[in-house]
């Protein structure tokens, strides 16, 4: 609200605009009212038709039991700090991978083909793969080789998320890339740069400012994906779920898993929001339309 | 004289701490073409934009034709339908065609039918000379067909009022008169016009009265002889000096 007084050396606010205000604080207090209203209404409506349903006790006790949801807290918490672990290290690689896999797909001279060409079938073909088919490649054909010795199953996890999210990740850089606008290459190459410092000290920072959002919306999806390296064996939240499950056939620490994960992922989503407003004032003058 | 079409009471709006308009009174009335003139930074460009609702105004009225469209139980989309504008850089959608971006507020908005929007959005292009480009893209076209189109796209739907923010400033100059001879043409068929701009030969010319905007305020008002040849405020003394020395 741009509603503020101009107070001060006799700027008095005339009577109208206090009308104005006022009426606009009324608008808004209705709006909000209702929009209270109409929610409370819609959450009454869920409860009573799913408690209503025939199931509900048995589903009750087999998924929302509230002694299994306590004792589940800490084993798929201490799960869910190998999730954290491995999202960590995941991150680090997806970047520095998914960079370069960008700047040699926006290469343009012909000595490069090979290396765009790689660049091309290497996003292409990991952007196709089901995460959990490269999971599976990853976590059990790496170690069959025989080559490396045994290799701990969280970092199999890292190496298949890494692969899969680099690929997507190399795809919004390059976007990124592109949508910086040529005179800014030009600028800089007119300066005297080369090829390699106009990517990096001009292009490059401009793209990832352009693409954060569409950034932040993978890491949240990569954190919900490292979740998944439990078909490996390594004990994360899901796993620990899973054990507990068989221990007492109550489904429970399924939920409490997902819980911890929504919960994970919340500052970033906020993060995101507020990234993205900011951005959005920015670039639109702060008119009212 | 009738109702104007346009008055606007004690008009005040600031951005953070800055105080951009600090209470503008004044009134446009039917067939009158105001020019504004003023340093960058006077508000020339904000006082436009806040009679057009984009800007929300901290205090004072807006009234268009007799309405206060400053109300906030006025329907803005409404209010401002029947306000034309042009800005500095065009703004055509570039995803429509030439024709599609001159009838389109009229088929969306006034719900004309389509052929009737087409007929009326090729009548404009025909009159500004660029009939043959209909189909064509705006990005096809010099930046000063471009911003004819942007006129004409305003006029479409019959404004009370036209609003023009220095629309010739991203113009290259020999880009620049066929434009401003498109603005004299509007003025001959009778359109109420206000306008900002740096173009002085052409305010001298074609305007009915020119304000000098200083520092959020209207220091001086008058016919453009008067201004021009007899400025009495101190501000406008020192801004057509300096012109003059260009």
């Known amino acids: 609200m741009n509603i503020r007084d101009f107070g001060g050396n006799g700027d008095d606010v005339s009577q109208i605009e206090l009308k104005r205000r006022g009426f606009r604080r009324r608008q808004t207090g209705k709006s909000l009212l209702i929009s209270c209203v109409s929610l409370l209404v819609f959450a009454a409506a869920i409860y009573v038709i799913f408690s209503h349903s025939e199931g509900w006790a048995r589903v009750q006790a087999a998924y929302f039991s509230p002694e299994r949801f306590v004792e589940a807290i800490p084993k798929v918490g201490k799960g869910l700090l190998l999730n954290i672990k491995i999202l960590c290290v995941s991150v680090v690689c997806v970047g520095i991978t998914a960079t370069l896999l960008a700047v040699a797909r926006t290469t343009r001279s012909a000595v490069l083909f090979p290396l765009r060409l790689l660049a091309t079938v290497y996003t292409n073909v990991f952007r196709g793969i089901p995460m959990i088919i490269c999971l599976y490649l990853v976590g059990f054909g790496i170690p069959a080789l025989g080559i490396f010795g045994r290799i701990p199953a969280e970092v199999l996890g890292c190496v298949a998320v890494s692969l899969i999210y680099s690929a997507y990740v190399a795809e919004v850089i390059r976007a990124g890339i592109e949508a910086v606008h040529p005179s800014q290459r030009m600028a800089a190459r007119a300066l005297g740069f080369s090829h390699a410092r106009t990517m990096r000290i001009i292009i490059l920072p401009q793209a990832v400012r352009k693409i954060i959002p569409a950034l932040m919306n993978d890491f949240v999806a990569m954190q919900k994906d490292v979740g998944l390296v439990s078909v490996l064996g390594g004990v994360d939240a899901v796993r620990s779920a899973q054990i507990l499950n068989a221990v007492n056939f109550n489904y429970t620490p399924y939920v409490v898993a997902g819980v911890f994960f929504i919960l994970m992922s919340f500052p970033f989503i906020l993060l995101i929001d507020r990234y993205a407003k900011r951005l959005q004032n920015r670039e639109q003058l702060q008119g009212a339309v | ?246």
């Open chain 2, 1 to 246: 004289m009738s109702d104007p079409v346009l008055r606007l009471v004690n008009i005040k709006k600031r951005f953070g701490a800055h105080k951009v308009l600090r209470g503008i009174d004044f009134s446009i009335h039917e067939h009158e073409v105001v020019v504004m003139i003023g340093a960058s930074g006077s508000g020339k460009s904000t006082l436009i934009r806040v009679i057009h609702l984009l800007e929300r105004i901290d205090d004072g009225q807006i009234v268009l034709a007799g309405e206060d469209i400053s109300d906030p139980r006025v329907n803005e989309d409404g209010a401002r339908a029947k306000i034309g504008i042009v800005f500095q850089n065009f703004n055509l959608f570039p995803h429509k065609s030439v024709l599609e971006n001159v009838s389109i507020a009229n088929r969306i908005v006034h719900k004309l039918p389509k052929e009737e929007a087409e007929r009326i959005g090729m009548e404009l292009l025909t009159r500004i000379g660029i009939a043959e480009k209909a189909n064509r893209y705006p990005d096809q076209l010099s930046g000063g067909q471009q911003q004819r189109v942007a006129i004409v796209r305003a006029i479409a739907s019959n404004p009370q009022l036209l609003l023009l923010d220095e629309i010739t400033s991203a113009l290259d100059p020999q880009l620049v008169g066929e434009v401003l001879d498109l603005v004299q043409e509007l003025k001959a068929a009778g359109s109420t016009i206000l306008m900002a701009t740096h173009e002085m030969d052409f305010a001298r010319r074609v305007a009915d009265r020119v304000v000098f905007l200083h520092e959020g305020r209207i220091a001086e008002e008058g016919p453009p002889e008067r201004i021009f040849e007899d400025p009495r405020h101190p501000a406008t003394k020192e801004f057509l000096s300096r012109l003059r020395i260009k």
